[in-house]
């Protein structure tokens, strides 16, 4: 049901004196009730009830959201609305779902929906989408009690500023406010008191002043565009607004920015000017202040008022005028440099682009910001000129002095109206040369080495100077001495010499033992005075020294060699030369019998005598220039073999020298033999040998069957070779060889012979060993079973069989058949080879050398073809094997050869196993103290070449072992020249140095080798004597030097 509308009466400050109070209201206030309100749900208006709800009931209720509406009607007000409040009086606040984190909120609009006459039923809520929010009072601000909203802002503008009666249907006079909840969870609303509360209805209270006087509206200002420093010539035009009521004759003009303002005839217009509306109908002109521009950020404007006169009646608010400056660009400014002086034929000067734009400026203040460069020069004065990169380049041209100069063009990179616009500006550029000595010239000199200069190092002045240049300056002296012309007054670095001076030639002595194309000479400046601030570029004086051609040296490589009767041995001859002398040698020897050709090739005649002799290399380029070796020439001792010998029982035996026991024995120098009897004590019979090898002998009666023995050996007539063992069978034997010597893990050929009359048809015997010590490997026929005597040469046709097998442990049983009864020839034939395999080294390990491992014969039986037995006939005769065991370290030896090509020292390594073959043969570099510490990884395998080279300055260790286990090393250490072609064996020193430093007890002959000093002391000087002898190449040079 509508609300009936009821007429509000305007109650004066008199009335309610004590609200206002409450309000604290600072001046008289009118206060307003609602003409209607109400409040809106999903169930439709209510507008009739002491109470309005904003809000959401709760679920179930039917409401919905709840809004409520307030209109005021300000009909009849006069005067202008200084301030504006809205109260309401809260009676209750409903939370009543509190889990859901929400709490009640109201939204206050200002609504534009002012006619509610067309909404009779009031069925719609009057507020539009586009209606301003007022304010919004969140949950901890909404209680009960009055709530006050400010809206002044909103009163103001709906009635439109002022106060005018009108006709009181007047909607300009209406103020309308609704307002919102939270909508969104239900249970969250509140209750105001509404229109039909007389005590707590809503209130707009106002505080209102006397009313506005009317003003003119706002003008119309055209905007205008001009360049940078130019007037402007069109735009400006000011024209009364649209909405106008008023008569407009003149407009107030202020605020002029940025520039000058003027009438269209030119007159001038300052601040706080009024003109004519005709004047402002002709449009203004202005000019901006100089250099400024929009782009800039420079401001250009002035406000217009409209005005009912001249005086400022009803004057408008300001209009501003917009006003656009366009940039132009201005030229650069170049302004003229000066730079420092520079000395006459200097070399180019290097002038950075930054140095010349250093004083130039882009144009005015407002264009700083652009970028200068040199676009161009010319015009130069004293040189060429020319750019590189951001550089100018000047080279002065020669000999000249004065003012120099060049001109340079800068560019700028402004923009006039946003596009490019570059403008160039032009300069020069002054300095002055000053004058300058010019380059002297200095003639080159040649010497040798170690000797003053006699020629050349004549100083001359310029052709360009004259008498201003007085004195030479002398620096940079390398490589020697320089000396004024009487060779004895030095000069030093940074000294000066008088032009006459120079001119006489000066003198050089190159360091001691220095020569070559470079490295020697001093630089020369020509100079006006000596105070050193006027001189020249430097000049080099040029000097060689010269190495004459000298032979230094000769050395013949190897120094030493063993060389064999009939042997030869290639020499070298190694000549140390300065500047190319010649290298070739001359060879020779005194002796008839070892001689040397062209080539350096040894031979040693095949009866040459044994001892030293001396080789001779003589430079050909200088003969006091030559170099040696020593030969040494070995008598090797001649060989005895043993001797196998028959006869019959009491038969002499008479042997010619041609079958004597010379006719197996040998001499490797080829030397002639003469023999001697050594050993007959234990010969039953009778011998007698001569010189020559023959000898006759006569068996004992007593000798029916066995062998008889004696010793001798051969003399060379230098040595004498070991004892030869003689041995005589008389028939019948059987017997083992004594005389075989077996080493370690070989097998051994032990011989079994026969000695018979020839009537044997067949045999048996037992071979009986200590099989600890051998194993029977295999038993081979020999030559009296197969026709081929020791000789290899065929006696008849004795062929038989043979087999054998083994009784036990060392006892092996032979059988042999068929001989034939051949007869036998006239030595003892070798009936079977019974190979015997030796054990391991350890197996011996408690033997001695030499020790004999017993080889028996027993249990024969013999027959001839009639079956007749012979065995007591016969006797049988047991052997041995000689141990071998090697007992002794191998040993190594090595020669030394410089290898230029190489540039490296070959080392051959001569290593003896001393009775047992070399095993393995390692080298390493470093020093390794013993055998036992020699690593087992990071060697060198040189058994086979028994060579390796040295290519450093440091001691490398060789390594032997032989097959018994025995090792031993050698260390060596080398030093050699710069092209390898001298070698000092330094390992002893390196030795002997060690102690000296007690790394090593030295032995008392040890102690006398480093006792170098000769005070039989060991102290710290001799390392450093040890040392200076080592780089002296040895003893002898050493004690030459000192």
């Given at each position: 049901m509508r609300k009936k509308l009821t007429k509000i009466?305007?109650?004066?400050?008199?009335?309610?004196?004590?609200?206002?109070?409450?309000?604290?209201?600072?001046?008289?206030?009118?206060?307003?009730?609602?003409?209607?309100?109400?409040?809106?749900?999903?169930?439709?208006?209510?507008?009739?009830?002491?109470?309005?709800?904003?809000?959401?009931?709760?679920?179930?209720?039917?409401?919905?959201?709840?809004?409520?509406?307030?209109?005021?009607?300000?009909?009849?007000?006069?005067?202008?609305?200084?301030?504006?409040?809205?109260?309401?009086?809260?009676?209750?606040?409903?939370?009543?779902?509190?889990?859901?984190?929400?709490?009640?909120?109201?939204?206050?609009?200002?609504?534009?929906?002012?006619?509610?006459?067309?909404?009779?039923?009031?069925?719609?809520?009057?507020?539009?989408?586009?209606?301003?929010?007022?304010?919004t009072v969140n949950d901890n601000q909404l209680t009960m009690g009055w709530k006050e909203f400010d809206v002044t802002a909103y009163v103001q503008n709906q009635a439109n500023t002022n106060f005018i009666p009108s006709n009181p249907s007047d909607l300009a006079k209406i103020v309308s406010f609704a307002l919102t909840g939270n909508e969104t969870n239900a249970g969250h609303f509140f209750s105001f008191a509404a229109s039909e509360d007389p005590t707590y209805r809503p209130q707009l209270v106002l505080e209102v002043g006397p009313a506005i006087p009317v003003v003119a509206k706002s003008p119309v200002v055209t905007s205008t565009t001009t360049w940078e420093d130019v007037t402007s010539t069109s735009g400006l035009v000011i024209t009364p607004n649209s909405a106008e009521t008023e008569t407009i004759t003149h407009y107030k003009i202020n605020g002029i920015t940025g520039g000058t303002l003027s009438k269209q005839d030119g007159t001038r217009i300052n601040d706080n000017d009024f003109i004519t509306s005709a004047d402002g109908a002709s449009g203004l002109r202005f000019l901006p202040n100089e250099e400024?521009?929009?782009?800039?950020?420079?401001?250009?404007?002035?406000?217009?008022?409209?005005?009912?006169?001249?005086?400022?009646?009803?004057?408008?608010?300001?209009?501003?005028?917009?006003?656009?400056?366009?940039?132009?660009?201005?030229?650069?400014?170049?302004?003229?440099?000066?730079?420092?002086?520079?000395?006459?034929?200097?070399?180019?000067?290097?002038?950075?682009?930054?140095?010349?734009?250093?004083?130039?400026?882009?144009?005015?203040?407002?264009?700083?910001?652009?970028?200068?460069?040199?676009?161009?020069?010319?015009?130069?004065?004293?040189?060429?000129?020319?750019?590189?990169?951001?550089?100018?380049?000047?080279?002065?041209?020669?000999?000249?002095?004065?003012?120099?100069?060049?001109?340079?063009?800068?560019?700028?990179?402004?923009?006039?109206?946003?596009?490019?616009?570059?403008?160039?500006?032009?300069?020069?550029?002054?300095?002055?040369?000053?004058?300058?000595?010019?380059?002297?010239?200095?003639?080159?000199?040649?010497?040798?080495?170690?000797?003053?200069?006699?020629?050349?190092?004549?100083?001359?002045?310029?052709?360009?100077?004259?008498?201003?240049?007085?004195?030479?300056?002398?620096?940079?002296?390398?490589?020697?001495?320089?000396?004024?012309?009487?060779?004895?007054?030095?000069?030093?670095?940074?000294?000066?010499?008088?032009?006459?001076?120079?001119?006489?030639?000066?003198?050089?002595?190159?360091?001691?033992?220095?020569?070559?194309?470079?490295?020697?000479?001093?630089?020369?400046?020509?100079?006006?005075?000596?105070?050193?601030?006027?001189?020249?570029?430097?000049?080099?004086?040029?000097?060689?020294?010269?190495?004459?051609?000298?032979?230094?040296?000769?050395?013949?490589?190897?120094?030493?060699?063993?060389?064999?009767?009939?042997?030869?041995?290639?020499f070298s001859a190694i000549v140390e030369v300065l500047a190319g002398a010649e290298q070739t040698v001359t060879w020779a020897s005194n002796y008839g019998k070892v001689t040397v050709d062209a080539n350096g090739l040894v031979s040693v005649a095949s009866d040459a005598a044994a001892g030293e002799y001396t080789i001779t290399a003589t430079s050909t380029f200088d003969g006091s220039k030559r170099g040696s070796a020593t030969i040494t020439v070995p008598n090797r001792a001649p060989v005895a073999q043993h001797d196998y010998y028959n006869t019959y029982w009491n038969t002499p035996l008479q042997i010619e020298a041609v079958d004597g026991v010379l006719k197996n024995d040998q001499d490797a120098d080829g030397d002639e033999l003469r023999v001697e009897l050594v050993d007959d004590s234990t010969l039953q019979g009778q011998v007698t040998l001569t010189e020559e090898g023959s000898f006759q002998y006569r068996p004992s009666e007593m000798l029916h069957g066995g062998v008889d023995q004696f010793t001798y050996h051969i003399f060379d007539g230098q040595a004498y070779s070991s004892p030869a063992t003689v041995s005589i069978f008389v028939y019948d034997t059987l017997s083992v060889d004594k005389q075989v010597r077996g080493k370690p893990t070989e097998t051994v050929d032990v011989p079994i012979r026969l000695t018979s009359a020839g009537n044997v048809a067949g045999l048996q015997f037992d071979l009986d060993f200590n099989s600890n010590y051998v194993s029977l490997a295999s038993i081979a026929a020999g030559g009296l079973l197969t026709g081929i005597d020791e000789d290899r040469i065929v006696t008849g046709d004795v062929y038989g069989s043979y087999d054998y097998y083994t009784l036990k442990n060392g006892k092996t049983r032979v059988i042999v058949t068929n001989l034939d009864n051949t007869p036998i020839g006239g030595e003892a034939g070798i009936l079977l080879h019974a190979k015997l395999q030796l054990k391991d080294h350890s197996v011996y390990s408690h033997l001695s050398e030499g020790y004999e491992i017993p080889i028996q014969i027993g249990n024969i039986v013999l027959a001839d073809r009639n079956e007749n037995e012979l065995s007591p006939w016969f006797e049988s005769i047991d052997g041995s094997i000689q141990l071998e065991l090697d007992q002794e370290d191998p040993t190594i030896d090595y020669a030394l050869y410089g290898d230029p090509s190489e540039r490296s020292v070959r080392v051959d390594v001569y290593a003896d196993g001393t009775g047992s073959e070399l095993v393995k043969l390692h080298v390493v570099k470093g020093w390794v103290s013993d055998a036992d510490s020699f690593p087992s990884t990071g060697t060198v395998d040189i058994l086979e070449d028994a060579s390796f080279h040295i290519v450093e300055n440091t001691t490398y260790t060789v390594y032997a072992e032989d097959e018994v286990g025995k090792k031993i090393v050698q260390r060596i250490h080398v030093m050699a020249d710069a092209d390898f072609s001298k070698v000092v064996d330094v390992t002893d020193w390196v030795a002997a140095i060690n102690y000296v430093l007690e790394r090593v007890t030295p032995s008392k002959a040890q102690r006398m080798v480093v006792d170098m000093n000769g005070d039989k002391q060991l102290n710290v000087i001799d390392p450093v004597i040890i040392a200076n002898i080592i780089m002296a190449g040895g003893y002898e040079n050493y004690y030459a030097r000192t």
């Open positions: 009466l305007l109650t004066s400050t008199l009335l309610l004196s004590s609200f206002l109070g409450e309000l604290n209201l600072a001046r008289a206030a009118t206060i307003l009730t609602p003409t209607t309100d109400g409040y809106w749900s999903d169930l439709g208006v209510v507008n009739d009830q002491p109470s309005n709800y904003v809000g959401t009931a709760g679920d179930g209720s039917g409401f919905g959201a709840i809004r409520s509406a307030l209109q005021f009607n300000l009909t009849g007000m006069t005067g202008q609305v200084k301030k504006a409040t809205l109260r309401i009086f809260i009676q209750e606040v409903y939370d009543l779902d509190s889990l859901d984190g929400t709490k009640t909120t109201v939204t206050l609009y200002g609504s534009t929906d002012d006619d509610w006459t067309d909404n009779p039923n009031l069925d719609s809520f009057p507020m539009k989408p586009s209606d301003q929010t007022i304010g400024a521009n929009s782009p800039a950020g420079d401001p250009f404007t002035f406000n217009v008022y409209a005005s009912k006169d001249a005086a400022g009646t009803g004057l408008s608010i300001a209009a501003p005028a917009a006003i656009t400056v366009y940039e132009v660009n201005d030229a650069p400014r170049a302004e003229n440099d000066t730079l420092i002086s520079i000395p006459e034929d200097s070399v180019e000067r290097v002038i950075p682009f930054s140095d010349l734009l250093a004083n130039d400026r882009q144009g005015p203040s407002n264009e700083n910001g652009q970028s200068l460069t040199i676009k161009s020069i010319g015009n130069p004065t004293g040189g060429a000129v020319r750019m590189e990169g951001a550089t100018v380049l000047f080279t002065p041209s020669p000999n000249y002095s004065g003012t120099a100069s060049f001109s340079y063009t800068i560019e700028d990179n402004g923009t006039t109206r946003g596009g490019a616009d570059p403008l160039t500006d032009q300069a020069t550029v002054n300095f002055t040369v000053t004058t300058q000595p010019d380059s002297p010239s200095v003639t080159k000199a040649v010497t040798n080495r170690d000797t003053l200069t006699s020629n050349g190092l004549v100083i001359t002045r310029n052709a360009a100077d004259g008498a201003e240049v007085t004195h030479f300056k002398i620096t940079g002296i390398t490589g020697g001495t320089v000396y004024k012309n009487d060779g004895t007054t030095p000069i030093a670095n940074g000294d000066f010499i008088t032009v006459s001076e120079g001119e006489a030639g000066l003198k050089f002595m190159p360091a001691a033992n220095m020569y070559g194309a470079t490295g020697f000479g001093f630089l020369v400046q020509a100079s006006q005075g000596t105070d050193g601030t006027k001189l020249s570029s430097e000049v080099t004086a040029l000097i060689e020294v010269i190495q004459p051609q000298t032979v230094t040296s000769v050395q013949v490589s190897p120094t030493t060699s063993t060389v064999f009767k009939g042997g030869t041995q290639q």
